[in-house]
Structures are given as C-alpha cells and as structure tokens.
C-alpha cells in the first residue's frame, strides 16, 4: 500500500508560478514511478508529466512543455511539478500516481492522491 498525499495547489494569476509536492508513504518510493495527472471541469483526466524511478527519464504533455518541470527526491519520499508561465487552461485538480512501470497510460496506475486544486485567474 502507498499513501499520497498533494500539496501546493492555489489561485495564482496568469504567468505566475507554482510548485506542486507528493509526498509518498509506505512501500518503497523510490522503486516506483511516478506521475503527475489533472482533471478539469468536464475533461477527462490527462497525462501532465511522469518520471522514472531514478529521475533520469521525464516525459511532458505538449501543453505544457517547456513550461513544467517534474521531480523528485528519493531521500525525501517526494515527487514535485514545478509550474511556471501558468495559464488559465491550467486551471485543474492536479493528481500525483505511482506505477510500477514507466508508462503514460493512468489504468498502469495503481495509487493516487486526493488532488489539490489549481485555479489560474486571467
């Protein structure tokens, strides 16, 4: 069992930043990776970024690339979405995952978090 639990969501104007964290309880953080998720007002949920077990591997969405950062640190159980360049199309509850294996599809998905929200004011 893992538990997850996001933090670091907020209202934030346009072009403004935020730092999103996930921090991880249980079994062993840092055999897993890891994700990054949003779901807004009557979307499905998408793929925001995802890391591997080690860090050396990141994958971005198209929207936000170039803009997000995905992270983590292994000694502190804790994944992080660094959000710059903010936009009101960001505006979501965002969701940390875990996966056994690196992958974009959220089914390969076995634990979430609760969500923190992200509203982006124009």
């Known amino acids: 069992q893992v538990q997850l639990v996001e933090s670091g969501g907020g209202l934030v104007q346009a072009g403004g930043s935020l730092r999103l964290s996930c921090a991880a309880s249980?079994?062993?953080?840092?055999?897993?990776?890891m994700g990054w998720f949003r779901q807004a007002p009557g979307k499905e949920r998408e793929l925001v970024a995802h890391?591997?077990?080690?860090?050396?591997?990141?994958y971005y969405a198209d929207p936000v690339k170039g803009r997000f950062t995905i992270s983590r640190d292994n000694a502190k159980n804790t994944v992080y979405l660094q959000m710059n360049s903010l936009k009101p199309e960001d505006t979501a509850v965002y969701y940390c995952?875990?996966?056994?294996?690196?992958?974009?599809?959220?089914?390969?998905?076995?634990?979430w978090g609760q969500g923190t929200q992200v509203t982006v004011s124009s």
């Open positions: 249980g079994r062993t953080f840092s055999s897993y990776a």
């Open positions: 995952a875990v996966a056994t294996i690196y992958t974009r599809s959220a089914s390969s998905y076995d634990y």
């Open positions: 890391i591997n077990w080690s860090g050396g591997r990141t």
